[in-house]
């Protein structure tokens, strides 16, 4: 079980380097030709979205852990269940913020 996660690792490590090497000399590349900085930085989400995001997915996958864990106590489901409360939540959360951000000026 060990030699697997540090087989992950090692990948994980190697590819890192690997992409941030390549991001850099591509980004040189671009610099080269005369284009400015903030090329980089078009078309990316502001933070603020993306913590909205990742706090209602976080706040519902935990409520569907919740949920399920009242449904096992009581006998309703099994523990199966858990996966589908959590992918259900986690659905419903990112149905929410997809309405959301429509709503939210830009």
Do not use: C, H
């Not at 000399?25 to 080269?32: A, G, H, N, T, W």
């Not at 409520?63 to 259900?88: N, Q, S």
Request: proline share 2%; charged share 25%.
């Amino acid at each position: 079980m060990e030699s697997i996660f540090v087989t992950l690792i090692i990948f994980g490590f190697v590819f890192g380097v690997i992409y941030i090497n390549n991001r850099r000399k591509e980004r040189m590349s671009l610099l080269d030709k005369g284009l400015d900085g903030d090329f980089f930085e078009k078309g990316k989400t502001p933070q603020k979205i993306l913590n909205l995001k990742y706090g209602l997915l976080a706040i519902a996958l935990g409520g569907g852990i919740l949920i399920a864990r009242i449904f096992e106590f009581y006998g309703i489901m099994k523990e199966e269940g858990y996966f589908a409360m959590i992918f259900l939540f986690g659905g419903i959360s990112l149905v929410i913020y997809y309405f959301l951000e429509k709503k939210m000026p830009k």
